[in-house]
Nanobody
């Protein structure tokens, strides 16, 4: 079955950087659109970055210019490089895989990112 495992979260000071990874298994990775979402306490889960199977990329305005999404089909992995982190970036970060933009897709278990001094 499809499994997505996120890693790389942690505690970082404001202005710092983290690189999240999401490793996929049980799927033909290159056929899937991949995305990163995040959910802060009391908030809805929000889409922050997506990369299509054709490598078209888009970002939420809140992270544009600071975060970079990439994928490595040979490793069945998607990454999120996060720079200039702010306290408001604190959330659980999830990756999602979907065959189409409207499909419910598959989710990982999430990784906690905390930005605090």
């Amino acid at each position: 079955q499809v499994q997505l495992v996120e890693s790389g979260g942690g505690l970082v000071q404001p202005g710092g950087s983290l690189r999240l990874s999401c490793s996929a298994s049980g799927m033909t990775f290159g056929l899937y659109h991949m995305a990163w979402y995040r959910q802060a306490p009391g908030n809805q889960r929000e889409l922050i970055a997506r990369i299509s199977r054709d490598r078209d990329i888009s970002y939420a305005d809140s992270v544009k210019g600071r975060f970079t999404i990439s994928r490595d089909n040979a490793k069945s992995a998607v990454y999120l490089q996060m720079n200039s982190l702010k306290p408001e970036d604190t959330a659980v970060y999830y990756c999602k895989a979907a065959r189409t933009t409207s499909a419910p897709g598959f989710w990982g278990q999430g990784t906690q990112v905390t930005v605090s001094s």
